[in-house]
């Protein structure tokens, strides 16, 4: 087997893929670290490479579970049967690092002196080297290379009378975005950054007890009715009386969740900022199907599998034009981005999607999908539509174009490798205009090719103030 820490992780993927998904939950009948396992299984969509679990038992010691893997390979049903905790909180995790660090699975521990604490973060801490040579110059020794370490390391160095208000001080003196669950000795919070930035919901399960989760479909998965969206700045203690709330930071001016989370990352099933996914996905491609008014009708709309479904469904419903999965994807193939040229990463594209020739033979077809990140998978699927006797191929995105990276929890490829830049290397700064819009159609050999305009994004989604920073250039931190 090749030695994972020197396995360089190739980020080629197509999609923005999301760091991270939390739980913590307080369960009195002692099976937290059960439902965690359950809960972690039904975030597994929010990260693949590693998974874990912290609890803490009735004499106040702390157990870890970590490692790399999908959840049923590191925290198998029969590993977590026999485990006996009323509070645990656990972690999926999708690394961004070219070079990953064989520590860095989470949950993490650090003694401090407010207890052993135990940590799990969604999201993306800004400005950490600074924080880091700090730290190591007051004689901090750091385990992993990630920037949720450097949170720990805060919280211990704190001079403050109780861990809460050293968690309050460590938070104020970071940037970025995150969603936490924290043990420390017998106790359980959830923490969401001022801005929002990354979700975290609060839900109760009827037998009593609560948790905290990042999607309403993991509470869905481990029994707990949905209670309420945890506040930016919010402080949540999960406890036997009931869940204590403090605003322990001061909410951002501008409260910006990542519209992402309901583009794509989000399960369908999850209701995320006060929506419905599903719903959220299906208005876009109904604004979709608005904007194309203008042009007669295709023969077909097909999804590109599984992100365009919701959309594509969206799409076909507005226009009348019917729709059908003609697009197949293998489950079976791996994942293409972590092949090691580009060549061989196509290659796997064409092995993973295949065209049902008698649906799309002579017609002219619309292709949708959520967005579009690098392009290689919408230049595949045009070839192989292409192949398999389609007259046209129009590709409908969505989302607005994605033109700017993002620091703040997603990894989406840098500006270099964003589709809009690949289309025209010599811009020196992404244009949304006609000619951009061409080059881009050009690159991936569509017929036609449109985008959701940003107006009809922000009429599709219920919370008015979201981040769209990679694709406006602005960002709220």
Not at 48 to 63: P, Y
Not at 325 to 341: T, Y
Request: glycine share 6%; charged share 20%.
């Amino acid at each position: 087997m090749i030695d994972p820490v020197k396995l360089p992780v190739l980020r080629a993927a197509d999609k923005p893929q999301e760091h991270c998904g939390v739980i913590a939950v307080f369960d009195p009948q002692g099976l937290a670290a059960q439902l965690v396992q359950r809960g972690l299984s039904a975030l597994q969509h929010r990260g693949q490479e590693a998974a874990g679990l912290s609890l803490v038992h009735s004499d106040h010691t702390h157990q870890s579970l970590r490692g790399r893997g999908l959840v049923s390979q590191v925290l198998p049903v029969e590993k977590v049967a026999n485990l006996s905790a009323q509070r645990a909180i656990g972690h999926v995790r999708y690394s961004t690092v070219a070079v990953d660090h064989p520590d860095n699975v989470q949950p993490i521990s650090l003694a401090t002196p407010y207890g052993s604490v135990a940590l799990a973060h969604n999201g993306n801490l800004l400005q950490v080297p600074p924080l880091r040579a700090q730290l190591i110059a007051q004689g901090c020794t750091f385990a992993t290379t990630m920037d949720s370490e450097v949170l720990l390391h805060l919280i211990a160095q704190r001079a403050e009378p109780d861990f809460v208000s050293a968690l309050a001080q460590a938070a104020r003196s970071v940037r970025g975005a995150y969603s936490l669950s924290l043990l420390c000795d017998d106790k359980i919070y959830g923490l969401r950054d001022p801005i929002g930035l990354r979700p975290l919901v609060l839900g109760a399960f009827p037998t009593g007890g609560f948790a905290i989760a990042s999607e309403t479909c993991a509470l869905t998965a481990m029994g707990a009715r949905y209670i309420d969206e945890v506040l930016p700045g919010e402080l949540v203690e999960l406890r036997a009386d009931g869940v204590h709330r403090t605003q322990l930071l001061t909410p951002s001016v501008t409260v910006a969740p990542c519209v992402f989370e309901l583009i794509y990352f989000s399960r369908p099933d999850s209701v995320v900022f006060g929506q419905s996914a599903q719903q959220a996905r299906l208005a876009m491609g109904q604004a979709l199907a608005q904007q194309d008014e203008d042009l007669p009708p295709a023969d077909l709309v097909i999804p590109v599998p599984d992100s365009g479904i919701a959309a594509a469904i969206g799409y076909a419903r507005h226009s009348g034009i019917p729709f059908e999965l003609a697009l197949v994807r293998s489950h079976f193939v791996g994942r293409s981005f972590i092949l090691p040229n580009q060549a061989e990463r196509l290659s796997a594209l064409e092995r993973k999607l295949s065209v049902i020739e008698a649906s799309v033979t002579k017609k002219r077809v619309v292709v949708v999908d959520d967005s579009l990140v690098r392009g290689n998978t919408a230049r595949t699927i045009v070839k192989l539509l292409r192949e398999g006797g389609a007259k046209e191929v129009w590709l409908r995105v969505a989302s607005p174009p994605i033109a700017w990276p993002c620091d703040l929890g997603i990894d989406m490829a840098t500006q270099e490798e964003l589709l809009y830049r690949r289309a025209d290397p010599d811009q020196a700064q992404p244009q949304h205009d006609d000619a951009a819009l061409e080059r881009v159609r050009r690159f991936i050999d569509a017929d036609s090719l449109r985008y959701l305009s940003l107006a009809g994004l922000r009429r599709s989604v219920s919370h008015k103030s979201l981040c769209f920073g990679c694709m406006t250039g602005s960002y709220p931190t």
